[in-house]
T-cell receptor, first 114, second 111 residues
Framework: EAQVTQNPRYLITVTGKKLTVTCSQN?????MSWYRQDPGLGLRQIYY???????DKGDVPEGYKVSRKEKRNFPLILESPSPNQTSLYFC?????????????FGPGTRLLVL | QKEVEQNSGPLSVPEGAIASLNCTYS??????FFWYRQYSGKSPELIMS????GDKEDGRFTAQLNKASQYVSLLIRDSQPSDSATYLC???????????FGKGTMLLVSP
């Protein structure tokens, strides 16, 4: 089944404790992206990647890191989480330049930073 | 700053009626336009994509695009209670690298 997976789905952590949210897609998509969704603010892009080893900032990159060492994986790293990073996070992917820009979303990761 | 504007709603329609959802965008160079449906706590699900001016129909859904007016709309015919959700308008920038979302319109379909 073609899908985008994220892990963990739910996470409670404390301020300053480094964490990684994994994202993987099995559709051979070139483009991958991370979003956060907050009440009243909607979905906002954090980082995106056009292909392996090519990443760039979205609208709200502060406090986040990403890497794209393999085509299928695009982990989101919070080096020192803070309470304002409490949010619902979505990973998404699309074919990209090879075939289209429709983005397909993972199931989401709900993060609470205490 | 690219902007995508939607009425937050809620938009309330009776079952069987036509629901009309609207969206405007600021980046005149935008090329791709999408409507996503999102149930509470779930991930966005693609409903329609549209790339050229005019109408595009898929079942009960019709997307309309007017690039001159920078306006995108979604019509849902024969609305069902299961259509009750938040509908997100999304616009690709001219370089296709970023997708900007509106804040969404909540649709409530009453039986």
């Amino acid at each position: 089944e073609a899908q985008v997976t994220q892990n963990p789905r739910y996470l409670i952590t404390v301020t300053g404790k480094k964490l990684t949210v994994t994202c993987s897609q099995n559709m051979n998509h070139e483009y991958m992206s991370w979003y956060r969704q907050d009440p009243g603010l909607g979905l906002r892009q954090i980082y995106y990647s056009m292909n392996v080893e090519v990443t760039d900032k979205g609208d709200v990159p502060e406090g986040y890191k990403v890497s794209r060492k393999e085509k299928r994986n695009f982990p989101l790293i919070l080096e020192s989480p803070s309470p304002n990073q409490t949010s619902l996070y979505f990973c998404a992917s699309s074919l990209g330049t090879s075939g289209g820009w429709t983005q397909y979303f993972g199931p989401g990761t709900r993060l609470l930073v205490l | 700053q690219k902007e995508v504007e939607q009425n937050s709603g809620p938009l309330s329609v009776p079952e069987g009626a036509i629901a009309s959802l609207n969206c405007t965008y600021s980046d005149r160079g935008s090329q791709s336009f999408f409507w996503y449906r999102q149930y509470s706590g779930k991930s966005p699900e693609l409903i329609m994509s549209i790339y050229s001016n005019g109408d595009k129909e898929d079942g009960r859904f019709t997307a309309q695009l007017n690039k001159a007016s920078q306006y995108v709309s979604l019509l849902i015919r024969d609305s069902q209670p299961s259509d009750s959700a938040t509908y997100l308008c999304a616009v690709n920038d001219s370089g296709y690298s970023t997708l900007t979302f509106g804040k969404g319109t909540m649709l409530l379909v009453s039986p």
